[in-house]
């Protein structure tokens, strides 16, 4: 990265740019994480102390791992503050005026703007692919540990696709021991169920993949006539479920790096799995809002580069306004490709392609 900027060639009005860029984005998101961690700290004190969590535990297992988290999850609307702020400013002390009367194109302007949003992307590209799923899992292990919260890991009824046609039904999973209260293996012929096969007390294998009973029976059904066959030699068998897919699905994604969470998007995939787009957002979620830093970066610079009569407190109301309508609509997105009423990728990408086009023609609008 620092031999890319090397090469880039920057001007003193880059270097300018950039360092007000990223000193007011740094500064702002150290202002709102001092005030966060006092406000939840004073929130969660109680739970701090009930569960006997060690000052050592607090901040290392609980806090350096939600910093992150919560940076990443707000970036885009700490750069689209940072740009607002400081180029509403400059547009009012009259510098932007100054650069443009000095024959600096507007599009030549826009250069540091997209030079210090490529270092936050790949800053947030980094943080949301690899280091955010581990920090999550360490946060919420605290969380179960300390805090009474995700207790079990593992919803008390459990009920899972592993083939079109075939699944499985897991009651009262003990993480712990691996062990199932009640296991069921059900077949499907169209809307029809053809056959079981149940077990208690059954006993996930971690070395081999395979879960065991000491006993088994078996139910088929022929038309409203049921055969049961018990057995009483021991089951063993493996299935295309292992234990750590039973995990409860929000927690479960988070804590999975992108590699990961691309293997278990495709093994879910053939499993014929209707938690597939859930899956999907997220990993098409890990890109899009980090690739936003660009469009809010375009929005903000055109926005805000005018001088008006409000000032920069007009720019900042216009554009917060701008940014929580963003958020919204991706919340709106995401909810619909849940409900299968638009493909994950589209439900994803949409709120960027509306904005970037709204970008676009305010960029088309501002001073030249």
């Keep these: 990265m620092i031999r890319l900027l090397k090469k880039l060639k920057l001007q003193i009005i880059d270097r300018y740019i950039m360092r007000r860029f990223l000193g007011t984005y740094l500064f702002a998101i150290g202002l709102i994480i001092m005030i966060v961690?006092?406000?939840?700290a004073a929130e969660k004190i109680d739970d701090f102390l009930e569960g006997h969590a060690p000052v050592s535990a607090i901040l290392l297992d609980y806090y350096v791992n939600f910093i992150?988290?919560?940076?990443?999850q707000f970036s885009g609307l700490f750069t689209f503050i940072a740009v607002i702020f400081f180029t509403s400013k400059m547009a009012y002390d009259t510098e932007i005026i100054a650069i443009l009367s000095s024959g600096v194109s507007f599009r030549r302007l826009m250069w540091p703007y997209f030079v210090s949003a490529l270092l936050i992307t790949v800053l947030s590209l980094?943080?949301?692919?690899?280091?955010?799923?581990?920090?999550?899992?360490?946060?919420?292990?605290?969380?179960a540990k300390y805090m009474g919260k995700h207790k079990s890991a593992y919803e008390p009824h459990i009920y899972r696709q592993l083939e079109p046609g075939t699944f499985v039904y897991i009651r009262g999973f003990?993480?712990?021991?691996?062990?199932?209260?009640?296991f069921a293996i059900e077949s499907y012929d169209g809307g029809n169920i053809v056959s079981t096969l149940e077990a208690q007390n059954v006993?996930?294998?971690?070395?081999?993949?395979r879960w065991k009973a000491s006993k088994y029976f078996t139910r088929h059904y022929e038309g409203e006539r049921e055969i049961l066959t018990k057995y009483t030699t021991p089951l063993d068998t493996a299935i295309n479920l292992i234990a750590a897919e039973l995990g409860r699905t929000q927690n479960l994604v988070q804590t999975m790096n992108s590699v990961r969470l691309r293997r278990f998007i495709r093994q879910q995939q053939s499993k014929g799995s209707d938690m597939v787009p859930i899956f999907q957002i997220e990993a098409y979620s890990r890109w899009a809002y980090p690739l936003s830093t660009f469009v809010l970066t375009l929005i903000g610079v055109s926005l805000s580069s005018r001088k008006v009569r409000g000032g920069t407190g007009l720019h900042i109301g216009v554009g917060i306004t701008l940014c929580f309508t963003y958020i919204v609509l991706m919340r709106f997105t995401g909810e619909f490709a849940k409900g299968g009423m638009l493909p994950p990728v589209?439900?994803?990408?949409?709120?960027?392609?509306?904005?970037?086009?709204?970008?676009?023609?305010?960029?088309?609008?501002?001073p030249k």
């Design 346 to 366: 589209i439900a994803v990408w949409l709120p960027n392609v509306l904005y970037a086009a709204i970008g676009v023609y305010l960029y088309r609008q501002a």
């Design 68 to 72: 992150p988290y919560f940076v990443n």
């Design 174 to 182: 003990q993480d712990k021991s691996k062990v199932a209260e009640y």
């Design 203 to 209: 006993r996930f294998d971690t070395l081999t993949g």
């Design 37 to 40: 961690v006092i406000f939840d």
């Design 126 to 143: 980094s943080l949301n692919l690899f280091l955010i799923p581990e920090a999550n899992a360490r946060r919420l292990a605290f969380e």
